[in-house]
Every structure is written in structure tokens, then in C-alpha cells.
């Protein structure tokens, strides 16, 4: 058996009795029932995921930042150079990124991970290497990588998540650096979600009208050319995908596996669990989509996989930024259902 169908026959769905026994606690925790919104539904999920209640806390945490390139930056579809994602992941491993402050704001480790990049980094602890080619090839001339391929990165991805769970973390936290990776991303939101590449391709990191009208283009080229399957995810991958995107939804994957929640970034994430959902559709249970981002396809992503976002900043940058400075949000939801007293332990009356 394939780690990936081992994996995939380790996940199930989410643990009803622990959701219930949740849902009854909240209601009984000392505060008007339903008053915590959202992060009373969150610490229901966290429950039922972890098959307890109370859940673990969901510390300590890990960020795996997922770094690659990606063959249709030839197509002029981003304004950025190539070279800056290699240099960018030089720039985490120093500890320079917006990823590693955010990090840092939250306690979370970061594990950098070239899964694909063009550029040759330093071997180093810090670097976990698992490059499994040197950037996609361009989607519009042809698959952006083989099917082996894109197992093996799913397969990377998966042994990042487990790997990090061994370590002891109990948060994982997606985070990714590819330049032109907004593409990749419409393209694959437009075959899961059924939606016109026009409607879910964005500016990225900034472009003007003129080149949002050729993205949308290039998108619906790619689209045209490869006709990509939504029933055989792996050949979608293989097909739009990026390795970073195969990365992410592996790593999804492994979590869910591990029963581990895992906060989601902006719409490389959002697109790369789309897979996974595809994969495996109970892998959704272990999701907490941290933030919504401004790319429309982000927002398309999450509401095909029933997930709603904690908070929406108007970030629009990736790295895994958003999902961080959600952390706070999602160990909050477990500590009420931990620390908050009931009304029979303390004494306070209940409502007439
Ligand atoms: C300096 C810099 C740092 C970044 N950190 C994340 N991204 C984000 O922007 C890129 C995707 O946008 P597009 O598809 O428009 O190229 C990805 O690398 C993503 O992680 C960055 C982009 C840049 C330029
Ligand atoms: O949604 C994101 O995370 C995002 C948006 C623009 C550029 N990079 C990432």
C-alpha cells in the first residue's frame, strides 16, 4: 500500500459523541448559551476531531511554510521575478519574513520546506529539502508535472504533517512561497468549485487590469488544454497543480490522519484542501480556516468546503500570515470547554 492510500484509509469523520458532549458542555459553561458564536461551533469541531471532550489544547504549533515554482510565471502572470520565492525562503530561514514575526507573535515553530524551487538552497537544519523537481512546468503547453510526481509531493507533504505530530505539536499551520502560485490556485478552485476561471482569479500580489484579464485567460487556457478531472485529484494536480499545492494538500491530509487540526492561509491553502477534500472528504473535519483572504477564489474555496473564516483582514499575502493570527481564536475555543466553570460548579444561577 502507497503511504497515500494508507493515509487516506486512516481518515474518518468526526466523532459525534465528543460534538455532542461539547455542544452540551458549552451550554452549561457559565455565560448565556450561544454567546461565543463561532468559537463555540470551533470548540464542537475540536472536540469531535479529537474524539474528546474536552479536546486537547491545541499547542504547541507548527508552521510548515511549502516553497516552489512555477512553469507558467512564463506566462507573464504575475509581476514578480521568479528568483524572489528562493530568495524569500532564504529570507525565513534568517527569520525575516512576515511569517516568522506572525510566528513569533504566537509561539509557533517554523519548518521551511522546498518541495520544489529553481533556485539551489543551502543545506541546513532549517531546511527540510524534499524537492521533488525544480519548479512545474508551464500549464498552458502541458502538464505542470506527472502524476508520480504529484503523488510524491503529496507524499512529502503527508510525511511533514506526521513528522511535526511526532514532534509533539498538536496545531499544524499551513503556510506557502511560490511566485505565481495565485494561478495555480484559480485554476484549481475553478475545476473543484465549477466556477469560471473570471470569477475566482485574483490580482495575486498586485497586478493591474490589463494582466488580470491575460490571467484569467491563461487560467482558462490551461483549463481548455487539459480538461482536468475533479473526480481523479491527482491528475488535476498533475495537470494546474503546483507542488507546493500537492504539499499542502498531503499535509492536510496527514493531519487529518493524526486527528491533529490544522488552521488554513489564504487560497493556496484553500485550493490545495480542496484536493484533499477530493481525496478524502471527512480530511474537512480537521480544518479551521484561519482568515479569509482577498483573492475571490479564496472565498469561492471556502464555501464549497462548508468552511467559514475566523477573522478577514483584507490580507492578501500567504506564508501562512493569516492562519497565525488566527492560532489565538482556535486555542481560546478549546480552553473555554477546558477552563470556563459550569454553573453547578460554581454556584451561579441560571436564567428564569
Ligand atoms: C516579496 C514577496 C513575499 C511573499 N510572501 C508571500 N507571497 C505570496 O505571493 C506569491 C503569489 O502571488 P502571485 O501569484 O501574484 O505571484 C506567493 O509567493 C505567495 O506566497 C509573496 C510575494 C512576494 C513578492
Ligand atoms: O490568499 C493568499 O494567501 C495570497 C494572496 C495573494 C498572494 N499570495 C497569497
Redesign the pocket.
Known sequence: MTLLADTLARIAGPDDAAARAARARQDRLTKPPGSLGVLEDLSVRLAALAGACPPPAPAPVAVAVFAADHGV?AQG????PQE??TQ?VANMRAGG???NAFARQVGAHVRTVDVGVAGTLAPGDDLTAVKVRPGTADMTAGPAMTRAEAQTAVEAGIRIATGLVADGYRLLVTG????????A?AALVAVFTGADPAEVTG?????DDATLAHKVDVVRRALARHTPDPADPLGVLSAVGGLEHAALAGYVLGAAAARVPVVLDGV?AGSAALVAAALAPDAVAACVAGHRSAEPGHAAALRALDLRPLIDLDLR???GTGALLAVPLVQAAARTLTEVATFDSAAVSERG
Open positions: 510565471h502572470v504575475t509581476p514578480w524572489v520565492t524569500m519574513a512576515v511569517v506557502d512561497m511560490g511566485i505565481a502560485n495565485t494561478t490556485s490580482r495575486g500580489t498586485g497586478i493556496i499575502l500567504g506564508e
